[in-house]
């Protein structure tokens, strides 16, 4: 069985848009809420707020835990668990050079997403925006039982909703 792919991401919504991210994966050019892996030491709220600076140049604040979702690949069965957080914009840092891969950054509504599910990188993207539209929170207390995140990766896929 393949390892699970534990990320994190934030969604972040200007005037009914939200922040998106166009990047390669894969070969091929997705969209996706900016994000990536916890690095040693970090909470993945400040997972979250690092990631959305180095994909993005927005500097976020997370404001809460919108929830944690499961998502296996049809054909290659790999697991996505990715944890998403709610955040603010606090400002765009223009001159923030961007990671690797990164094509371009775009604001995109819910009904723009809903229209290229092609391009998504996987489901996770609007159904976590449409949870947090539905105002779904979840308690903060929901992962403290599972620091460190990396290592207790099955009791989080046991809390996860699957996409």
Do not use: K
Request: net charge negative; glycine share 6%; aromatic share 6%.
């Amino acid at each position: 069985m393949l390892p699970t792919d534990l990320t994190v991401s934030a969604v972040v919504e200007q005037d009914g848009r939200f922040l998106i991210i166009e990047e390669l994966a894969s070969g091929r050019l997705v969209i996706t809420q900016p994000g990536g892996h916890i690095e040693s030491g970090e909470s993945p709220e400040q997972a979250a707020e690092r990631e959305t600076l180095e994909e993005s140049g927005c500097v976020v604040s997370t404001t809460a835990l919108i929830g944690v979702y499961l998502w296996i690949h049809p054909q290659t069965r790999q697991q996505f668990l990715r944890i998403v957080y709610a955040a603010d914009l606090v400002y765009r840092d223009e001159s923030q050079a961007l990671d690797d891969g990164i094509h371009d950054v775009h604001w995109y509504s819910l009904d723009e997403l809903h229209r290229r599910p092609g391009d998504l990188r996987t489901p996770v993207v609007t159904r976590c925006i449409e949870d947090y539209l539905a105002g779904r929170r979840q308690p903060d207390t929901m992962l403290t039982g599972m620091m460190p995140i990396q290592q207790n990766v099955a009791a989080v896929i046991a809390n996860a909703d699957l996409v």
